[in-house]
């Protein structure tokens, strides 16, 4: 019998994941500083300045999640009781928490059923006069029209939050990198991300009130250079030094774990007209693959399939549309006949990994063939 191949390396095991010896020295460092606390230490305002000067952004913030970056974001475009955001149903519940922490409630608009991003004349068509902000969500690596969104906002006045937690390095139709179009922009530095320190978040801006806003909501509202005064409402959202001496390494190798999931990824898009079937949902110039998502026919049928010949996938990103989790009972408004069909029907969605040369491609391709074939 022909040797059994390797599991495809995953992002839950050392195979799967970017580290070397300069994220050991960088946690040995901290330790031997003996500061760990993020509002004492050097290496977490050395994140927000490498962040800033990577992303082009003025500001930059550091936060313990990617959901707590979100929630600094609709903090400090002053969301509170009786407001209404507007996003996508086909997201983390980490882009609706921060929304309904604050009192607000959450408009739903339809996706693009080509690539699962906002539809934004769906987002015109959620808004009302309670409306304050709309979050954008770059789902799998893929920019959402950010432009018509960025016009559809400046029409109407509201905040525009851009979720990049998926979309590291991504760019939109015109090459633009995603997080610059927005009044803020959330990052994530979760396990399952393209860079990781455990979780983690970060939040950009061109604009210093928004950052100083979301700098103290981050720490309790307490400007630390005052004395102890909490000038405003504001949460414990700290990034530990420990995190951001690790994340500090893991940014210097985004533009790599970008470029080689790209390179991998576009080998398998080459690979798709000869498997009957299975198309891409996306749009793949600037795509930055979170993961590889696919329209096929029958989702569940495909991942079974798959998961027969050992490669990890998902018969969809959800199971149901965000509006339809018990928690959001009541506080949301708006269905997306749209993105049901996408979860119910439509959508395959391959975790993908920077680990994934020809080699694992090429297994990724006949395993797909052999599911079309099923």
Not at 343 to 372: C, F, M, S
Request: charged share 20%; with cysteine; aromatic share 4%.
């Amino acid at each position: 019998m022909p040797p059994r191949e390797l599991p495809l390396p995953t992002v839950l095991e050392p195979r799967g994941r970017t580290f070397g010896e300069e994220e050991r020295a960088a946690v040995l460092r901290v330790l031997d500083s003996a500061v760990l606390c993020g509002a004492f230490g050097t290496e977490a305002r050395a994140l927000e300045t490498e962040t800033a000067a990577l992303t082009g952004a003025a500001h930059a913030v550091s936060c313990s999640s990617g959901t707590a970056a979100l929630h600094l974001a609709v903090a400090a475009a002053g969301i509170g009781p009786g407001d209404e955001v507007v996003t996508t149903p086909l997201s983390d519940f980490g882009t609706v928490a921060p929304v309904l922490a604050q009192g607000a409630a959450v408009a739903f608009a339809d996706v693009r059923e080509q690539d699962g991003n906002l539809d934004p004349q769906a987002v015109e068509a959620a808004i009302t006069p309670r409306t304050r902000a709309v979050i954008a969500v770059h789902l799998f690596g893929g920019a959402a029209d950010i432009r018509a969104l960025r016009e559809i906002c400046d029409r109407h006045r509201l905040t525009l939050i851009e979720d990049c937690a998926q979309a590291w390095l991504a760019e939109d139709e015109q090459g633009r990198p995603v997080g610059t179009l927005g009044d803020i922009a959330c990052y994530s530095l979760q396990q399952y991300k393209h860079i990781t320190a455990g979780d983690g978040g970060l939040t950009t801006t061109g604009d210093p009130e928004l950052a100083r806003r979301m700098r103290l909501f981050m720490d309790k509202g307490w400007d630390r250079t005052e004395g102890r005064i909490h000038r405003t409402m504001g949460l414990n959202y700290r990034m530990p030094e420990l995190v951001a001496a690790v994340a500090r390494v893991q940014l210097t190798r985004v533009a790599e774990v970008v470029a080689r999931r790209r390179a991998s990824a576009a080998r398998l898009a080459a690979a798709l007209p000869g498997i009957p079937g299975a198309t891409l949902a996306a749009r793949p110039a600037g795509h930055s693959w979170w993961t590889v998502p696919l329209h096929v026919d029958d989702n569940a049928r495909w991942a079974e399939a798959l998961h027969t010949e050992g490669v990890p996938a998902l018969p969809g990103y959800l199971e149901r549309p965000l509006y339809a989790n018990p928690a959001l009972s009541g506080r949301t408004t708006g269905r997306c006949p749209r993105a049901e069909r996408l979860i119910d029907r439509t959508l395959l969605v391959l975790p993908w990994n920077e680990a994934y040369g020809a080699e694992e491609t090429d297994r990724i391709a006949q395993a797909l063939g052999k599911a079309a074939a099923s």
